[in-house]
């Protein structure tokens, strides 16, 4: 036989036919493909065997024992003596069938050789797969994707959340129990939820989950609104683009929650759990707070009307901004216009008549106000006395009256009133008598009110207080009256002006600023729930209202002009003019928020305590006096 028919012979192409064909069939074959003998030979030469071996199984769970079969082995011009397996783990067996067992897993490489009556042997090769059950499971690779670790395996309990495929179904978790949530390539449909076709919101997979008897939502990283927690549900992030969690995850795997305004809370609020008295977990979430409208508290969390059986795990919240207390209104004057104006005098005159003891002119009266003003004093009359005949018995002209003084502290004084120029017979100038009598003296002012004190500036959260009450303004006194004169014909003398009322003080103070508002991280209201690995970074409390500014106080009234003086008699003083009422004090500024990590009633008793850093309180509002910055407190019951 030529060495280009034994090559042709124990091709591959011919053991895969030998494999699969009789061996009638096989031999027919053989003979077909057969060579001449070699010219000039001696002789055919010995055709080697042809080795073909086989078993059953090929693969199999450990321990595996397989059937080998080299009966498809031909040789074309003899016969096959002997057959020799190597089962590749150690062992050998031999004949035309033989029996390897495997005891443990692995792949192995069986070997046949054959030798014919002439000396001439082939070989063929089978690779066994044994799978094994290295962790003792009870399940075999493949099917066990880590046969490692005996607590993962398919049908293994998989709770999500350790980063681990306890069920071999492909995620943390178990896929067949969730709804996936994806914020970039979800969509929020009637269908959504799967893996490949995910929901757009937290709101929406939870929905989906109710309503296909689902137990958990899933959420990949991603940008989300606020939502409310569902009864019954896990909501979990931390899930990758590809829902694979911890070093597997595609980026980003961070599933922030945005708070943002919520009737029910009147302020902004990421999470809300209300009612919660069945297993329910929400779990691996970023919550930030962000900035409430004035008056408003900002909240990461709020859970009210809850139980243990509400688990938050694993949560980083961020409180907000808190909103701005009001600002105090302006104080009140109460008053228009000014205080009442005096009355001027009584102009001089000249009596006429035999003696008159009571006619000059008359003061003018004082303006009314909050403290009226002092009345003008009389002129001087110009006759002291009259006899039973008519006749005057104390013929001298009289001083005047001085003008009364104001009303009130600080009232302005009344003016004096002159002296009689002359005195004597009518007609008849004494030696006293050189000229007209004088001018009545002027009322003076009266004082202004003092203004009221700032209130008072609030403690951190509380209001500030109204701006004090300012003084009433002081009457102004009446002018002194002109005296008489009676040198030629007698004149008397003109009545003095009077004061002017003195200005009413404002009244009201401005009110204090408010409170600023609080920021919370997490609001407790008879709630209860269990905390796992909560971290809170304190938010800032609102700033304070500033102080309502003060009112200004009424206007003193003008005093009243004197009289005008009558030929050689005295005039009039004028009156006083009055003090202007006190202005009201500035409100206080309203105290600073504070900046709260966790904040419950007295019925809230939490299990567990979370860890909180950061904070700034809120600055106290401006005003009379200002408030003060908030608390930063982790904790408080209110």
Known sequence: MSACCADQIKGSAMKNAYRVLPVVSAALLLFAVSCAPAPGGGGTANLAPIAVASASPLSGNAPLSAAFDGSGSVDSDGSIVSYSWSFGNGTNGSGVTSTGNYPAAGAFTAVLTVTDNKGATDTDSLTITVNGDGDGDGVFVPSDCNDADGTIFPGAADPAGDNIDSNCDGIDGTESAAVFVNSSTGANTSTCGTILEPCASITQGQSRAVAESKSSVFVAGGSYSKFTVQAGLEVRGGYGQNFQ???????????????????????????????????????????????????????????????????????????????????????????????????????????????????????????????????????????????????CSNCNAQAANSGATGGGPGAGSGGGGSSAATDGLPGICTLGGTGPSLRGGDGSAGANGAAGGAGAGAAAGANGAAGLLGVNGAGGGGGGGGGANDCNVDDAGAGGGGGGGGGARATAGGAGGGAGAQSIGLRLQNASPTLIAIQIQLGTGGAGGTGGSGASGQPGGSGGSGGVAFDRGGGGGNGGTGGRGGASGAGGGGGGGAAIGLSRDGSSAPIGSPSYSGGAGGSGGAGGNPGATGLVTNTTVA
């Open 245 to 391: 969690r911890g070093v597997l995850a595609t980026s980003p795997s961070i599933a922030t929650v945005t708070a943002a305004f919520d009737a029910t809370v009147n302020g902004p609020v990421g999470v809300i759990a209300d009612g919660i008295s069945t297993a329910t977990r929400v779990a691996d979430l970023s919550i930030v707070g962000t900035t409430a409208s004035a008056g408003s508290s900002s909240y990461g969390v709020f859970v009210r009307n809850s139980t243990n059986a509400l688990v938050l795990d694993s949560l980083n919240i961020a409180g907000g901004v808190a909103g701005a207390g009001s600002a105090g209104a302006a104080g009140s004057s109460g008053w228009s216009g000014t205080a009442g104006t005096g009355s001027n005098g009584g102009d001089g005159f000249e009596p006429g008549g035999a003696c008159n003891t009571s006619s000059a002119g008359g003061g003018g009266a004082g303006g009314g106000g909050a403290n009226s003003g002092g009345s003008g004093g009389k002129g001087g009359v110009v006759d002291g006395s009259c006899g039973w005949t008519g006749l």
